[in-house]
């Protein structure tokens, strides 16, 4: 079945504490992204990655690290969380055309932070 | 700054009714403009898009509006039904770039 995985999906974790959220998809899609999304303020990109090696900035690049050594997967690192990073998390690949194509969600990453 | 500014927050409706949910945008170069929809406890999925070359695209029930001289596209879901009951994005990539840029969203109700 084509999809993105995300795991864990569920996540509490100190103020601090270095984590990591995976992404994989299996449809050998080349655009990857990640997302978080809070109440009133939509979606807003993180940061997203064109190919294998290449990432670059969305909107709210900070306090997050991304890489991108495989095709199929793309990790989201928070080294030092904090509690305004507690959100939920998207991650999304697409073929082809990058953000002008058919995004394909995961299933989410509810993250909190005390 | 909203580059994609989206209205109403939220949207009660009876099951049968018209249900229509606004985007306005301020750059001329956007070029796609896709709508997805997410489920409680879900990620969001496609539910229709429209390239600017054209006014209006249906697909079932559903239909985007597009006036490219208002700036305005908008999500028009006719005999509304409680299955629809969702929150709606609209979004558009930022020309030049490969960045994703979503309106806020719309939390729909449709009661019976």
């Known amino acids: 079945e084509a999809q993105v995985t995300q795991n864990p999906r569920y996540l509490i974790t100190v103020t601090g504490k270095k984590l990591t959220v995976t992404c994989s998809q299996n449809?050998?899609?080349?655009?990857m992204s990640w997302y978080r999304q809070d109440p009133g303020l939509g979606l807003r990109q993180i940061y997203y990655?064109?190919?294998?090696?290449?990432?670059d900035k969305g909107d709210v690049p900070e306090g997050y690290k991304v890489s991108r050594k495989e095709k199929r997967n793309f990790p989201l690192i928070l080294e030092s969380p904090s509690p305004n990073q507690t959100s939920l998390y998207f991650c999304?690949?697409?073929f082809g055309q990058g953000a002008g194509d058919t995004q394909y969600f995961g299933p989410g990453t509810r993250l909190t932070v005390l | 700054q909203q580059q994609v500014k989206q209205s109403p927050q939220s949207l009660i409706v009876q099951k049968g009714g018209i249900s229509i949910i606004n985007c306005a945008y301020e750059?001329?170069?956007?070029?796609?403009f896709p709508w997805y929809q997410q489920f409680p406890g879900k990620g969001p999925a496609l539910l229709i898009a429209?390239?600017?070359?054209?006014s209006e695209k249906k697909e079932g029930r559903f239909t985007i509006s597009f006036n490219k001289s208002a700036k305005q596209f908008s999500l028009h879901i006719m005999d509304s039904q409680p299955g629809d009951s969702a929150t709606y994005f609209c979004?558009?990539?930022?020309?030049?770039?490969?960045?994703?840029?979503f309106g806020t969203g719309t939390r729909l109700q449709v009661f019976p």
């Open positions: 999304a690949s697409s």
């Open positions: 449809m050998n899609h080349e655009y």
């Open positions: 990655s064109m190919n294998v090696e290449v990432t």
């Open positions: 750059n001329t170069a956007f070029d796609y």
């Open positions: 429209i390239r600017p070359d054209v």
């Open positions: 979004a558009a990539p930022l020309p030049n770039t490969d960045k994703l840029i």
